[in-house]
């Protein structure tokens, strides 16, 4: 259970970094994947149901993304448990009636959570710094969910292909 821990950490870690410095020089728009986000809804997906390893992930993912960021320390870390557990809960529900693991389950349910990340961002935001930060006019959020999206799904695969990088 350490190891599963101190693994989670240090990937969370690699990821913000790489998504923080590495992928500025790739972004559409001004908009780079979230490689962290992606990562936190793929282990809500398939991870065992009542296990919920996941929710440290989470908190792990938001500090990372906290400690990064110019915003307040915190948002990060409400925005990605929050999501979390909206992940959850969308799998404890479908969990009877879809296919195992079905990536056209995850498709819907990871736009759904693109979604409310950005939305549940800014508006924490607003609370702390009283101004909104919209993200979700013209064309940004439809590249914000395409592009994450593709990053998603291979992600989607491996995770399909090579079930020890489950948690």
Not at 8 to 20: N, P, R
Not at 33 to 49: H, M
Not at 131 to 150: D, E, H
Request: charged share 10%; hydrophobic share 60%; proline share 2%.
């Amino acid at each position: 259970m350490r190891y599963k821990i101190l693994a989670i950490i240090l990937f969370f870690y690699f990821l913000t970094l790489l998504q923080s410095s590495f992928l500025n020089h790739f972004s559409i728009l001004g908009i780079i994947p979230n490689l962290v986000l992606i990562l936190l809804c793929l282990v809500g997906f398939f991870e065992k149901p009542h296990k919920y390893l996941g929710v440290f992930s989470a908190l792990a993912a938001g500090f990372f993304l906290d400690v990064f960021s110019k915003s307040f320390f915190g948002i990060s870390i409400l925005s990605m448990v929050i999501v979390y557990f909206f992940i959850k809960e969308l799998i404890n529900i479908l969990r009877d009636t879809v296919q195992k693991y079905s990536i056209f389950y995850f498709i819907p349910i990871f736009i759904i959570s693109v979604i409310l990340y950005d939305f549940l961002f800014a508006l924490f935001s607003y609370f702390s710094i009283h101004s909104i930060l919209l993200t979700f006019a013209g064309y940004a959020l439809l590249v914000k969910i395409f592009y994450n999206l593709v990053f998603a799904t291979i992600g989607f695969c491996l995770f399909k292909k090579y079930p020890a990088l489950r948690l």
